[in-house]
T-cell receptor, first 113, second 114 residues
């Protein structure tokens, strides 16, 4: 059974700082990994999707990496802004049940102005 | 290009009533997923549907819950005889066919059972 863990559960940083969010998963037979952000009371916004054959993906100030062998992914946010404050979720699609995403419990990020 | 649409956004039901949650996928998407987020818990997969077919319902409670995605119209998640423990946010997502499988989520329906 796939388990996804995100550390830390909460993070508070001053504006302008670069930061890294961590995601680990127990079963390395993954199909893909997706990072989302969730604002309070809202739905999920897809940030980045990494296929199992890829090592990283970039979008603007965001960079996500994937190391299947160690069961880890990181989301790097450069030059953080108060608008980045949200909960960041990591989700894994597993081989054999790729369409069923398994979510971590998220990292709640606060960027202080 | 409208995203995934869900309605209602908020739904209040009394114990024993039925709840119907609707989801219209993004244009061009033929795969729909339902997830549930219980208070203070993470999102959990419930069911995956394609048009007129349930593909994977391994996360769906065996009783009182059902889902459909008819040939015409939105996908429906139906909860019969609701109980307080059904209070949660229910999210729908949609995607195109493999191999990309990037899932796009709707704003959710927040169900409160009194």
């Amino acid at each position: 059974k796939q388990e996804v863990t995100q550390i830390p559960a909460a993070l508070s940083v001053p504006e302008g700082e670069n930061l890294v969010l961590n995601c680990s998963f127990t079963d390395s037979a993954i199909y893909n990994l997706q990072w989302f952000r969730q604002d309070p009371g809202k739905g999920l916004t897809s940030l980045l999707l990494i296929q199992s054959s890829q090592r990283e993906q970039t979008s603007g100030r965001l960079n996500a990496s994937l190391d299947k062998s160690s069961g880890r992914s990181t989301l790097y946010i450069a030059a953080s802004q108060p608008g980045d404050s949200a909960t960041y979720l990591c989700a894994v699609g597993r081989v054999g049940s790729a369409r069923q995403l398994t979510f971590g419990s998220g990292t709640q990020l606060t960027v202080l102005p | 290009n409208a995203g995934v649409m869900q309605n209602p956004r908020h739904l209040v039901r009394r114990r024993g009533q039925e709840a119907r949650l609707r989801c219209s996928p993004m244009k061009g998407h033929s795969h729909v997923y339902w997830y549930r987020q219980l208070p203070e818990e993470g999102l959990k997969f419930m069911v995956y549907l394609q048009k007129e077919n349930i593909i994977d319902e391994s996360g769906m409670p065996k009783e009182r819950f059902s889902a459909e995605f008819p040939k015409e119209g939105p996908s429906i998640l139906r909860i019969q005889q609701v109980v307080r423990g059904d209070s949660a946010a229910y999210f729908c997502a949609s995607s195109e066919a493999v191999p990309l499988n990037e899932q796009f989520f709707g704003p959710g329906t927040r169900l409160t059972v009194l």
